[in-house]
């Protein structure tokens, strides 16, 4: 017998006239089932689930969704979101696969009998499920959002559909390397890396056939000395929010080994100390980068060392022809004009591109041609961008 919404989630209050739902149950009725699931996908699971009462034409249309977005922030207790979860999971039309999985957890809900029960607990044998679904039913795009240790993370490593993985908040337990053989697409957002002893972390070494990755407002453990970035076939990279004393020691130095890169960012960060190889196929460089005015205060040669960590960063990336620097890293450089005597980072820039607080801001000179004066580019050019519509915009929202 087939499912309806009202044995998985409460039915809504329907305060509609009778004219007013025959008149929107025949503009549904004339679009085809392709449109009404792509509408639908838009929409969180359970407010899809609950339309199939709005007309009879989608009452089982939630049942062949492509895309799932399963929330726990919509549940007021945890046995009604399990019930959700388990029934949708049992009942999903398998001959349809799911393209995209969206499964936020980061919001607990708690009946009083069950405050007394970790939440890790409580919700992996959800998460289990979840996992298990992706892995057997083809899922494409798997984003799990879960502030705790996942237990069955490894279950993905070698899902054959899996190509984009979004985790939030999960806890990277020691000696766990992220083995995910088939993805071509990883961010990693709020993450934490947890470490045995003192040494160096390479957690992506046996990502083969990894091009795209973000690393997020990560929190790499203070002992790690050296923080490897290994994938071989990589091309986008983009370390962001990265802040010392929070997120990752200001003496650990980050070492890239892909020869593929060709999109390098490095925004709203500290500056850090990279190693870098040649790389011949970058196009793009976006920098944003910040000094930790507090943990140096007006210490200068300290701030000095990481001045110099950033020009080398740049001298690396430094085959790009297009480079992105914030207002910010500008000047910064133009307060350390002593280290810009040394040759110009970038070999083939142009064109640069500027965000600016208003429109009078003009990059100094001492910096201009620091930046410029290594371009064998026959045409150079100065790109100001405002910030409300360049990098504000520009920049990954995860």
Not at 249 to 268: A, D, G, H, M, R
Not at 357 to 367: A, K, L, R
Request: charged share 20%.
């Amino acid at each position: 017998m087939a499912t309806t919404a009202t044995e998985l989630v409460e039915t809504p209050e329907m305060g509609k006239a009778e004219p007013e739902m025959t008149m929107m149950e025949d503009k549904l009725t004339s679009l085809p089932d392709e449109i009404l699931q792509y509408i639908l996908s838009f929409l969180d699971t359970k407010i899809a689930v609950q339309t199939s009462v709005v007309c009879k034409r989608l009452r089982y249309l939630w049942i062949s969704l492509p895309v799932l977005t399963i929330d726990s922030e919509s549940f007021r207790y945890y046995s009604s979101f399990s019930n959700f979860v388990v029934s949708l999971l049992a009942r999903k039309d398998v001959s349809i696969s799911i393209c995209k999985f969206l499964f936020d957890i980061s919001n607990p809900i708690y009946s009083s009998i069950q405050m007394c029960i970790d939440s890790h607990d409580l919700f992996e044998p959800l998460v289990k499920g979840v996992i298990h679904h992706v892995v057997d039913h083809g899922v494409q795009h798997l984003s799990l959002h879960f502030p705790r240790i996942v237990d069955e993370l490894p279950q993905l490593f070698y899902c054959q559909s899996l190509k984009t993985l979004e985790l939030r908040e999960i806890i990277i337990l020691p000696k766990t390397n992220l083995d995910f053989l088939t993805l071509t697409t990883l961010h990693l957002v709020k993450c934490s890396f947890i470490l045995d002893g003192e040494g160096t972390l390479d957690p992506f070494q046996c990502c083969f056939n990894l091009k795209n990755l973000v690393i997020s407002d990560c929190r790499i453990p203070s002992r790690v000395k050296i923080f490897v970035i290994s994938a071989p076939q990589l091309t986008n990279l983009t370390v962001s929010r990265i802040e010392h004393s929070r997120n990752v020691n200001p003496n650990c130095k980050i070492v890239l080994t892909s020869t593929k890169i060709t999109s390098f960012k490095f925004v709203e960060s500290h500056i850090l100390e990279f190693s870098i190889p040649a790389l011949p196929f970058i196009e793009n460089v976006d920098v944003d980068a910040a000094l930790a005015d507090d943990l140096f205060g007006t210490v200068r040669l300290a701030k000095r060392k990481f001045i110099l960590h950033l020009i080398e960063m740049l001298r690396a990336v430094g085959g790009a022809e297009i480079v992105a620097l914030s207002f910010e890293t500008i000047i910064m450089l133009s307060k350390f004009l002593d280290v810009l005597h040394c040759p110009s980072p970038f070999s083939r820039m142009k064109v640069l591109k500027v965000e600016v607080p208003h429109d009078s801001f003009t990059i100094p000179g001492e910096v201009i041609t620091f930046l410029s004066s290594g371009s064998a580019a026959e045409v150079f050019k100065v790109e100001y961008l405002k910030k409300h519509q360049g990098r504000a915009q520009g920049r990954l929202n995860i």
